[in-house]
């Protein structure tokens, strides 16, 4: 029996040091993190690539044209620059404000019959003011998964430009309120969080301003926006 319990008694003392020098090299993998941990909030910057795009609802009209076979968003590149204010709300959750500009170029396009298509591009500069909730994952080796949902309104501050006023050309309205989801990863390093995500935007509003007196708008029932972003965020 004792021979039994000094057996146990060492088995235990091994898988508690076992334990204590997990702990401790768990602690030294998030040293970066422990720094980061104990602040309510913090803010930074946010650079990014865009790929934005026009879904295009055909109307009732569409079918009784026989000049446009088909009209269509084309994707299109662009930019953004965000500021960052993150509150944190417990160890797994952050509220999210990033306002920022947006620059963009979507292109919808007509394709007729027996004749070469026709594209509409449209340039934008965007005011944007996303409202996100992010809920991450345990560290590990300084780094953190989390995934992102959230509401953004922007506000096309060049839909007032003379060439955007044109009777000839399809308007389309200068808000816009998106839907976003995403996904990503914190690094931390001594000085800063960087963290690398992706996101996607989809509009929930018809943004077609309708004019009876366009061809092209005619055909169209409703336009909704559509964004996959790539943004790099620098935290600390």
Do not use: W
């Not at 941990?37 to 946010?46: A, D, I, M, R």
Request: hydrophobic letters at 40%; a neutral charge; one cysteine or more.
């Amino acid at each position: 029996m004792c021979h039994l319990s000094r057996i146990q008694i060492i088995t235990f003392l091994f898988c508690l040091c076992c334990q204590f020098d997990a702990g401790a090299q768990l602690y030294r993998a998030n040293h970066n993190f422990q720094e980061f941990q104990n602040k309510p909030y913090y803010f930074g910057l946010s650079l990014g690539l865009t790929n934005s795009r026009y879904k295009v609802f055909h109307g009732e009209n569409f079918v009784n044209r026989d000049s446009i076979a088909v009209a269509e968003g084309l994707r299109a590149p662009g930019f953004h620059v965000h500021l960052i204010a993150n509150l944190k709300i417990g160890n797994y959750f952050d509220f999210r404000f990033l306002p920022g500009f947006s620059f963009a170029e979507r292109q919808i396009e007509f394709k007729n019959f027996g004749g070469s298509p026709r594209t509409r591009n449209i340039e934008s500069v965007f005011f944007e003011a996303p409202f996100h909730v992010r809920y991450k994952s345990e560290p590990y080796k300084d780094k953190r998964a989390f995934v992102i949902a959230g509401l953004k309104y922007s506000f096309d501050v060049a839909s007032n430009s003379s060439t955007r006023e044109a009777d000839n050309l399809i308007k389309i309205s200068p808000h816009d309120f998106q839907l976003e989801v995403g996904a990503g990863m914190q690094m931390f390093f001594p000085y800063f969080i960087f963290s690398p995500e992706i996101k996607f935007s989809q509009g929930i509003g018809n943004i077609l301003i309708y004019n009876n007196d366009l061809e092209e708008a005619r055909i169209i029932e409703k336009i909704l926006s559509r964004v996959l972003t790539i943004s790099f965020n620098f935290e600390g």
